[in-house]
T-cell receptor
Framework: NAGVTQTPKFQVLKTGQSMTLQCAQD?????MYWYRQDPGMGLRLIYY???????DKGEVPNGYNVSRLNKREFSLRLESAAPSQTSVYFC???????????????FGPGTRLTVL | SQQGEEDPQALSIQEGENATMNCSYK?????LQWYRQNSGRGLVHLIL?????REKHSGRLRVTLDTSKKSSSLLITASRAADTASYFC???????????FGDGTTLTVKP
């Protein structure tokens, strides 16, 4: 199993450009999440999808959109990138099915985004 | 605002010593989790403690939870240089809900 994969690993954008960050998980998890992590700080939730077909705003959704394409894939789109969106973006998934590990989140390796 | 806040922000110890990190939170929770993040990597789940539990162990890790004080601690015993990482607590208000992360404690273990 690959776990949670993210593409790309690195990206540099100019202000106003758009891009989509891709995330996929092969663990048959119900819930998926997008976080951003700024230097020296914890993770802040951008959007999440509790189950296929649903998405909800997190703590910092402005400037982002998401699509839960299917159970495996959850993408994050920046329509018009701004320097304030320079950050490391992490995707995570959780089974949400109860049991011993139902609440554990599995994280991807991150996408390092710089907006000039 | 962040639900969980860790302290200290940074901790530096010698190999073999114990490391203790604390997490405080603001609202009632269903569970609290601790994660580890090595530099430049994603987070890795370490341990989960539910609101009706007071202490859990996993290998060299010991987690306590005091719901009356809304606080948790993570103890790493007999630390190793490989334990150098950032450690984050995350709280879940409901069993199926989203998690809220603190800003983390950066632990440096000197060989």
């Amino acid at each position: 199993n690959a776990g949670v994969t993210q593409t790309p690993k690195f990206q540099v954008l100019k202000t106003g450009q758009s891009m989509t960050l891709q995330c996929a998980q092969d663990m048959n998890h119900n819930s998926m999440y997008w976080y951003r992590q700024d230097p020296g700080m914890g993770l802040r939730l951008i959007y999440y999808s509790a189950s296929e077909g649903t998405t909800d705003k997190g703590e910092v959704p402005n400037g982002y959109n998401v699509s839960r394409l299917n159970k495996r894939e959850f993408s994050l789109r920046l329509e018009s990138a701004a320097p304030s969106q320079t950050s490391v973006y992490f995707c995570a998934s959780r089974s949400g099915q109860g049991g011993l590990h139902g609440n554990e989140q599995f994280f991807g390796p991150g996408t390092r985004l710089t907006v000039l | 605002s962040q639900q969980g806040e860790e302290d200290p922000q940074a901790l530096s110890i010698q190999e073999g010593e114990n490391a203790t990190m604390n997490c405080s939170y603001k609202t009632s929770i269903n569970n609290l989790q601790w994660y580890r993040q090595n530099s430049g990597r994603g987070l890795v789940h370490l341990i989960l403690i539910r609101s009706n539990e007071r202490e859990k162990h996993s290998g060299r890790l010991r987690v306590t939870l005091d719901t009356s004080k809304k606080s948790s601690s993570l103890l790493i015993t007999a630390s190793r240089a490989a334990d150098t990482a950032s450690y984050f607590c995350a709280t879940q208000v409901t069993n199926a809900g989203k998690s809220t992360f603190g800003d983390g404690t950066t632990l440096t273990v000197k060989p």
